[in-house]
């Protein structure tokens, strides 16, 4: 199993900033991409970007250019910088991590960005 605890989510102006962190613990060996979804009141839940051990990363056409995923191996946690944020960003924020074929997911951490 493996356990995924966001943090760094919160209440930001248009504009503004967060940075939301995700760390992995519990049977972490053989963990290969990580990466970011998130889920706005009535949508479906939609990927925001994800990075693999080697540090590619991908990202949704929403975000390019305004948000930076990243990841410390040795710490076993994944980071999202969002700049720019827009009140479309507003969505309940969820890590998640692949480990042989099952995907975990964290529970999720807010974002609300205000206009």
């Known amino acids: 199993q493996v356990q995924l605890v966001e943090s760094g989510g919160g209440l930001v102006q248009a504009g503004g900033s967060l940075r939301l962190s995700c760390a992995a613990s519990?049977?972490?060996?053989?963990?290969?991409?990580m990466g970011w979804y998130r889920q706005a009141p009535g949508k479906q839940r939609e990927l925001v970007a994800t990075?693999?051990?080697?540090?590619?990363?991908n990202y949704a056409d929403s975000v390019k250019g305004r948000f930076t995923i990243s990841r410390d191996n040795a710490k076993n946690t994944v980071y999202l910088q969002m700049n720019s944020l827009k009140p479309e960003d507003t969505a309940v924020y969820y890590c998640?991590?692949?480990?042989?074929?099952?995907?975990?997911w964290g529970q999720g951490t807010q974002v609300t960005v205000s206009s």
């Open positions: 998640t991590a692949s480990r042989i074929g099952i995907a975990y």
């Open positions: 519990g049977s972490i060996f053989g963990i290969g991409v």
């Open positions: 990075i693999i051990r080697g540090g590619s990363a």
